[in-house]
């Protein structure tokens, strides 16, 4: 098992009924580290750029306009398999599909509006995590 990192997003609902600190207990009683948090107002242009993947979807717009309708918190998290694990934490998109204990089982009101985000992939994690932090914003 190797020490990884990846990215997560405390979404505009979560930071609205102030759940910072209850998901972060989750977290890390996952067994993972916040190495690096930061409550940040994300632009129109960052939320374009983070979500771009989506561009053709036809949710992207409402996406973008929920993800800078409010404060958010990106993280990076350290742990072993990380991503993986950070994944599982979560639960699945939609919060009626998510297992029981997880964050957006717990947590989150609607498909649209479930907590949290997290990296898909190691590379995803990296280009992620250098969108919003530096080296010397994180931790070692």
């Given at each position: 098992m190797a020490t990884?990192?990846?990215f997560s997003i405390l979404k505009p609902d979560a930071t609205k009924r102030n759940l910072t600190g209850a998901v972060n207990a989750v977290i890390?009683?996952?067994?993972l580290?916040?190495?690096g948090q930061r409550r940040i107002q994300m632009s129109?242009?960052?939320a374009e750029k983070f979500y771009e993947v989506h561009a053709a979807r036809p949710f992207f717009g409402e996406l973008v306009e929920f993800m800078i309708s409010g404060p958010v918190v990106v993280q990076v998290l350290e742990g072993e398999n990380a991503i993986a694990k950070y994944r599982e934490?979560?639960?699945a998109t939609n919060p009626a599909q998510a297992d029981e204990g997880t964050i957006r089982k717990?947590?989150?009101e609607s498909v649209g509006e479930n907590t949290v985000h997290g990296s898909d992939s190691a590379e995803n994690a990296k280009l992620e995590i250098a969108q919003f932090f530096q080296d010397s914003d994180i931790a070692g």
């Open positions: 990884e990192r990846t890390e009683k996952a067994g580290r916040i190495v129109k242009a960052q934490v979560m639960g717990t947590f989150s």
